[in-house]
């Protein structure tokens, strides 16, 4: 009996142990991860603009609806043509504002007359829905100024994103929290590297 008595006090124990063991390591998983936190290896996803094939797969496949996945205008590179191929559709009838001429299934873009032969165009990102056929247009046909990011005032953050893991070309990566959107009027030709994490 006391043999007996002995072997529940050994398995007490043991499972005691492990059990401070397992706290231990949750204790310290939070540590480091604090520690990353407080240290700006924070990341978050991120479309690289130049990967971008436009396949319309970030509308798609974000657990949020819409997308988090916004169409951004770099101003910078804008030809502010009267003939833009990210708002009229390739084969419009006319070039004025009607919905049938857009290219936009939502109507997100607005087009502004600035002078002649000059129009600013600006994105609504409370319809766009990141289908990027805007994107496409003004990719192939014009000076791709219109692009593609997450937004990160929507994205909730999945480790797993189904966008990047869906994407064929490989364009969404993990980018340091500190600076989360890649400009394309800021990118050099080769682009920044995946970071660890």
């Not at 072997?7 to 043991?14: D, G, H, L, M, S």
């Not at 401070?20 to 390591?25: D, H, I």
């Not at 032969?117 to 219109?146: M, Q, W």
Request: include cysteine; charged fraction near 25%; glycine fraction near 8%.
């Amino acid at each position: 009996m006391n043999e007996k008595e002995g072997q529940e006090v050994t398995r007490r124990n043991a499972l005691a142990w492990l059990l401070r063991v397992g706290a231990g390591a949750a204790i310290t998983a939070a540590a480091v991860q604090a520690t990353r936190r407080a240290s700006g290896k924070r990341t978050v996803w991120q479309i690289d603009p130049r990967k971008c094939i436009q396949c319309g797969r970030c509308e798609t496949e974000c657990v949020l609806h819409p997308s988090a996945v916004k169409c951004v205008h770099g101003y910078a590179m804008c030809g502010y043509c009267k003939l833009c191929f990210g708002y009229f559709q390739p084969d419009a009838a006319r070039l004025d504002e009607a919905a049938e001429n857009q290219i936009c299934p939502t109507g997100a873009i607005r087009r502004q007359f600035i002078e002649s032969p000059y129009f600013e165009y600006h994105i609504d990102e409370a319809r766009c829905t990141g289908c990027a056929l805007c994107v496409k247009g003004c990719t192939h046909f014009g000076n791709g100024s219109l692009y593609l990011q997450i937004r990160h005032d929507r994205c909730v953050g999945c480790n797993a994103c189904r966008i990047a893991e869906a994407c064929p070309a490989q364009a969404i990566m993990r980018v340091p929290a500190d600076t989360p959107y890649l400009l394309k009027e800021k990118l050099g030709p080769s682009g920044p590297k995946e970071s660890d994490g």
